[in-house]
């Protein structure tokens, strides 16, 4: 038996720009190692562009600015080191919600001040 057919066509796996635009403040924080047009180069976008919120970027370009982020600051460890200066309040709560497990752990994401004591009739709490 074939599995079903999808009706739409299927999509090369896509970030929220939000994403790649958290590692461009990343390298300006780092004291010029904003290099404008070799990550323009590694993404194909304009910095400005990717100033859209609604904007979806190709993985794959996403992948390459990473690349491109440890070779400019020389630090195999540039994702731990961003996630240092990444200001979470800067996402839209949808951004949070695609990046957590659970609406619940998005919520402490969210709003950090919210009680943590309540009680969850639910198998992963």
Do not use: N
């Not at 635009?21 to 976008?45: I, K, M, N, P, S």
């Amino acid at each position: 038996m074939q599995p079903p057919q999808t009706e739409y066509p299927e999509s090369p796996p896509q970030v929220a720009a939000s994403s790649t635009l958290a590692l461009v403040h990343y390298l300006e924080t780092r004291g010029g190692l904003l290099d404008r047009v070799r990550v323009e180069q590694a993404t194909g976008l304009t910095l400005a562009t990717l100033k859209d919120p609604d904007l979806r970027v190709p993985a794959s370009a996403h992948y390459r600015l990473w690349e491109l982020a440890e070779q400019l600051t020389a630090d195999p460890g540039v994702g731990l080191h961003a996630g240092q200066v990444i200001d979470p309040s800067a996402w839209d709560w949808s951004a949070m919600c695609s990046s957590t497990a659970t609406l619940w752990r998005s919520r402490g994401a969210v709003c950090p001040a919210a009680p943590t004591d309540q009680r969850i009739s639910h198998p992963e709490f």
